[in-house]
């Protein structure tokens, strides 16, 4: 029996009183949908494995949220990981994960469904089940409990998980939504729990784990059976068309400050660009746009709706938007009209991007960010990057000519056939911003001593799906031994490094690169207390390394270990439509030094998405392509 207001009483009067923002956990946001329990025969929980503050800035969440609630007979509430301050509290008062909406206890729902966005997630998967009172393991559950089922770029390799999860979505959610909760009524008169999954793997584009049966030799796949219940070897990925699928208007407005706390239209999903360490560029494609039109009436009626101040064009690469400068016109001038801020969070290392960024915003210039990735020529051909020196320094020019004054540099380390030359071009990339930036403020009156350059650098993850996928990735040593080297490098108080903790790395390359052996590790992991491992405050690397050694595995041995090109991957089962040959020649093709380029600008790839999912290349990729 749901208890929704006893919870909302307690948490209210005896919780939220001794934790740090309390608006992270009571709901009642503008444009928050509460429907009637007893009006709805389909009730599904989205539950995000992150801290409110994140989860709220998801666009995903939002589309979803938006789709399941308008169908008149579905509901769909929302649950996010408490901070380890209200974990404490809910535990000590034996509150379960609940709601935001109707302050309903997580288990009293239909179907439980996490987005996976990123694999230090996975602790805080487990701990929000643990909260929600529902066996951690899929096969300790039975048909009292509501189905677990996950999604996102993460489930691309749904294996370490699989002990977990009762189904994983492959593809994109809107597009399988529908079917997911139109089974429900065929998963409650379902007798058994084995009977529910067989009902949701007839579903395209949904993989359920206990249906297959897999074998291990080393680090690759010897054998795999699958049940009768399961619908083949391969799991295909579902792929929405946005023109028919429309953003969420209505968006919530979170009660606190989040991440991203702005309005978001997305322009376009998938990239055709082709780096070769992108696994969002590969599982994403093919392009598919929204019509200028589209865009721009959404943009609109989000503003009118919510109240913002600043919307956000979202895409993974905004300026390759065919309708781009057209759209950014139009948009400029309703923006400008009703003082709003608009932004492209993803641009091309080109004047033409500057250009863009120049006419949104007009009024502050903040920092400017370019990802050349790679710190030589050489290593930019090996991941396809297709990003010149001379693009860089073209760009930049264009940035200080227009008034920025501080340019913002994302650097990968350890990549693929990368040298010590490579790792201090970077050093040298960052020197010749700098001077141009100095000549340019001096040509213009301007002090030289304004210019400042701030270099990221991230740790080189070693990604399922990706051409890279059977690389081997750097010891947290060699990735220490390169920063070192980077920061001897950099001779200029004007450049400013910052990179992430190598052991961060390393763990997450063990995770995305795992099969079902890594499973009880994440839940040992979890035991020991680890939570909100993507936080530095709370990374325990300690903990995971002992977890590991119990397990007798070797994150080391996963991650920092070279594959056969011939062997059968962990993943090898979930399609993303881009054919294993295709990877293989793009993995080649980096040994060798040698670029392949844009399907949307030159021909057709062959990289097998779009006959594979049934798709016209001309229609959807949008280039000159061979039929």
Same mark, same amino acid.
């Given at each position: 029996?749901?208890?929704?207001?006893?919870?909302?009483?307690?948490?209210?009067?005896?919780?939220?009183?001794?934790?740090?923002?309390?608006?992270?956990?009571?709901?009642?946001?503008?444009?928050?949908?509460?429907?009637?329990?007893?009006?709805?025969?389909?009730?599904?929980?989205?539950?995000?494995?992150?801290?409110?503050?994140?989860?709220?800035?998801?666009?995903?969440? $939002?589309?979803?949220?938006?789709?399941?609630? +308008?169908? /008149?007979?579905?509901?769909?509430?929302?649950?996010? +990981?408490?901070?380890?301050?209200?974990?404490?509290?809910?535990?000590?008062?034996?509150?379960?994960?609940?709601?935001?909406?109707?302050?309903?206890?997580?288990?009293?729902?239909?179907?439980?469904?996490?987005?996976?966005?990123?694999?230090?997630?996975?602790?805080?998967?487990?701990?929000?089940?643990?909260?929600?009172?529902?066996?951690?393991?899929?096969?300790?559950?039975?048909?009292?409990?509501?189905?677990?089922?996950?999604?996102?770029?993460?489930?691309?390799?749904?294996?370490?998980?699989?002990?977990?999860?009762?189904?994983?979505?492959?593809?994109?959610?809107?597009?399988?939504?529908?079917?997911?909760?139109?089974?429900?009524?065929?998963?409650?008169?379902?007798?058994?729990?084995?009977?529910?999954?067989?009902?949701?793997?007839?579903?395209?584009?949904?993989?359920?784990?206990?249906?297959?049966?897999?074998?291990?030799?080393?680090?690759?796949? !010897?054998?795999?059976?699958?049940?009768?219940?399961?619908?083949?070897?391969?799991?295909?990925?579902?792929?929405?068309?946005?023109?028919?699928?429309?953003?969420?208007? $209505?968006?919530?407005?979170?009660?606190?400050?989040?991440?991203?706390?702005?309005?978001?239209?997305?322009?376009?999903?998938?990239?055709?660009?082709?780096?070769?360490?992108?696994? +969002?560029?590969?599982?994403?494609?093919?392009?598919?746009?929204?019509?200028?039109?589209?865009?721009?009436?959404?943009?609109?009626?989000?503003?009118?709706?919510?109240?913002?101040?600043?919307?956000?064009?979202?895409?993974?690469?905004?300026?390759?938007?065919?309708?781009?400068?057209?759209?950014?016109?139009?948009?400029?001038?309703?923006?400008?009209?009703?003082?709003?801020?608009?932004?492209?969070?993803?641009?091309?290392?080109? !004047?033409?991007?500057?250009?863009?960024?120049?006419?949104?915003?007009?009024?502050?210039?903040?920092?400017?960010?370019?990802?050349?990735?790679?710190?030589?020529?050489?290593?930019?051909?090996?991941?396809?990057?297709?990003?010149?020196?001379?693009?860089?320094?073209?760009?930049?020019?264009?940035?200080?000519? /227009?008034?920025?004054?501080?340019?913002?540099?994302?650097?990968?380390?350890?990549?693929?056939?990368?040298?010590?030359?490579?790792?201090?071009?970077? +050093?040298?990339?960052?020197?010749?911003?700098?001077?141009?930036?100095?000549?340019?403020?001096?040509?213009?009156?301007?002090?030289?001593?304004?210019?400042?350059?701030?270099?990221?650098?991230?740790?080189?993850?070693? &990604?399922?799906?990706?051409?890279?996928?059977?690389? &081997?990735?750097?010891?947290?040593?060699?990735?220490?031994?390169?920063?070192?080297?980077?920061?001897?490098?950099?001779?200029?108080?004007?450049? &400013?490094?910052?990179?992430?903790?190598?052991?961060? !790395?390393?763990?997450?390359?063990?995770? !995305?690169?795992?099969?079902? /052996?890594?499973?009880?590790?994440?839940?040992?992991?979890?035991?020991?207390?680890?939570?909100?491992?993507?936080?530095?405050?709370?990374?325990?690397?300690?903990?995971?390394?002992?977890?590991?050694?119990?397990?007798?595995?070797?994150?080391?041995?996963?991650?920092?270990?070279?594959?056969?090109?011939?062997?059968?991957?962990?993943?090898?089962?979930?399609?993303?439509?881009?054919?294993?040959?295709?990877?293989?020649?793009?993995?080649?093709?980096?040994?060798?030094?040698?670029?392949?380029?844009?399907?949307?600008?030159?021909?057709?790839?062959?990289?097998?998405?779009?006959?594979?999912?049934?798709?016209?290349?001309?229609?959807?990729?949008?280039?000159?392509?061979?039929?």
């Amino acid at each position: 029996m749901r208890n929704g207001s006893t919870l909302e009483r307690i948490v209210m009067t005896e919780i939220l009183p001794l934790v740090q923002k309390p608006g992270r956990y009571v709901g009642g946001e503008h444009n928050a949908v509460r429907k009637s329990w007893d009006q709805v025969d389909k009730r599904f929980l989205f539950a995000f494995p992150d801290v409110y503050d994140v989860g709220m800035s998801h666009l995903g969440l $939002k589309i979803l949220y938006h789709k399941i609630n +308008a169908r /008149r007979d579905a509901l769909c509430e929302r649950a996010f +990981a408490p901070w380890p301050d209200m974990e404490s509290q809910m535990r000590s008062r034996g509150v379960p994960l609940y709601s935001l909406e109707s302050f309903t206890p997580a288990a009293e729902f239909d179907i439980i469904g996490f987005t996976l966005q990123y694999e230090l997630n996975y602790t805080n998967v487990l701990n929000m089940l643990d909260l929600a009172g529902i066996p951690l393991r899929s096969s300790d559950r039975d048909q009292t409990h509501p189905l677990v089922i996950a999604g996102g770029p993460v489930a691309y390799n749904p294996e370490p998980l699989a002990s977990f999860i009762d189904a994983f979505v492959i593809g994109d959610g809107e597009e399988v939504i529908d079917e997911i909760l139109d089974a429900v009524p065929a998963l409650r008169r379902s007798a058994s729990r084995p009977e529910s999954l067989a009902v949701l793997s007839k579903i395209s584009g949904v993989y359920v784990p206990s249906f297959y049966n897999v074998e291990y030799s080393g680090l690759s796949v !010897s054998r795999i059976d699958h049940s009768p219940q399961a619908p083949g070897e391969i799991t295909p990925r579902r792929v929405a068309d946005l023109e028919s699928v429309p953003p969420p208007d $209505k968006m919530i407005v979170p009660l606190i400050e989040v991440i991203h706390d702005r309005a978001a239209v997305e322009l376009f999903r998938g990239c055709s660009r082709g780096c070769r360490f992108c696994q +969002a560029g590969m599982i994403y494609r093919p392009v598919r746009e929204r019509t200028a039109e589209t865009v721009r009436k959404h943009v609109l009626e989000q503003l009118a709706d919510t109240g913002y101040d600043e919307v956000s064009l979202v895409s993974l690469s905004s300026a390759d938007y065919s309708s781009i400068e057209s759209l950014v016109e139009s948009l400029a001038d309703d923006c400008r009209e009703q003082q709003v801020a608009l932004s492209l969070p993803s641009l091309r290392v080109d !004047s033409f991007s500057i250009d863009l960024a120049d006419r949104m915003q007009q009024l502050r210039k903040s920092g400017i960010t370019f990802a050349p990735e790679a710190g030589t020529q050489r290593l930019r051909d090996v991941i396809n990057k297709n990003v010149t020196e001379g693009d860089l320094i073209q760009a930049v020019s264009a940035a200080f000519a /227009r008034g920025w004054m501080t340019v913002k540099l994302y650097f990968m380390i350890g990549l693929p056939f990368e040298t010590d030359e490579d790792v201090i071009g970077i +050093a040298d990339l960052a020197h010749k911003v700098v001077q141009r930036g100095r000549e340019m403020a001096r040509d213009a009156g301007t002090s030289p001593g304004r210019v400042k350059v701030n270099i990221t650098l991230a740790s080189f993850v070693p &990604k399922p799906h990706t051409p890279f996928q059977w690389v &081997k990735q750097d010891h947290p040593a060699e990735f220490q031994r390169k920063i070192d080297l980077l920061r001897r490098s950099i001779r200029s108080k004007a450049v &400013k490094l910052s990179w992430n903790n190598p052991e961060v !790395s390393l763990l997450e390359a063990a995770l !995305s690169r795992g099969d079902r /052996r890594v499973g009880p590790v994440i839940q040992s992991a979890w035991q020991k207390g680890c939570r909100f491992d993507s936080w530095d405050e709370w990374f325990s690397p300690g903990k995971w390394w002992e977890a590991f050694d119990e397990s007798g595995i070797d994150p080391l041995y996963i991650g920092g270990s070279e594959r056969d090109l011939d062997s059968r991957l962990p993943w090898d089962h979930i399609g993303t439509g881009v054919s294993k040959r295709f990877l293989i020649d793009e993995y080649e093709r980096a040994r060798r030094g040698e670029t392949t380029p844009d399907c949307r600008l030159e021909k057709c790839t062959g990289c097998g998405v779009c006959p594979e999912l049934g798709l016209s290349p001309v229609l959807y990729a949008g280039g000159a392509v061979d039929a």
